[in-house]
């Protein structure tokens, strides 16, 4: 079962990933989500340069994990405008927009990203 469902994620984010490339002027902010954690990087694909990253783990975030996934996303969107990014391309990574990712995805809007 397992080795089903992270085939079925495999092949959704290739699909994405044909689809998105992270530019200087609007880089890729991709999702990592494993059980315990949540991560997200803002990455120029052209340069292969990783503009800014967060995890829930670094922010030391509580409450619930979607509590944190939002945390995260205000911290990432904060450490994004200070490295000079306010507009990216959103990178889901295969998961589906539900629950954490979308948390992460809402905080980063409210911290004021762009996508």
């Known amino acids: 079962m397992a080795v089903q469902k992270q085939a ?3 092949r959704i984010r290739y699909k994405i990933r044909k689809k998105i490339v992270g530019t200087s ?3 890729r902010l991709a999702v990592y989500r494993s059980n315990k954690y ?3 990087q803002i990455i120029d694909d052209r ?3 990783t503009l800014a990253s967060v995890s829930s783990k670094a922010v030391n975030a509580s409450g ?3 509590e944190q996934a939002k945390t995260t996303g205000k911290v990432l969107a904060e450490v994004a405008t200070a490295a000079g ?3 990216v391309i959103f990178d889901r ?3 589906l927009y539900h629950g954490r990712v979308k948390a992460l995805a809402e905080g980063a809007r409210e ?5």
């Open 8 to 10: 079925r994620r495999q």
């Open 25 to 27: 002027e609007r880089p």
């Open 38 to 40: 949540i991560y997200a």
């Open 47 to 49: 340069k292969g340069h």
């Open 64 to 66: 619930s994990r979607v």
């Open 85 to 87: 990014v306010s507009n």
């Open 93 to 95: 990574g295969g998961y």
């Open 111 to 115: 911290g004021g990203l762009n996508f």
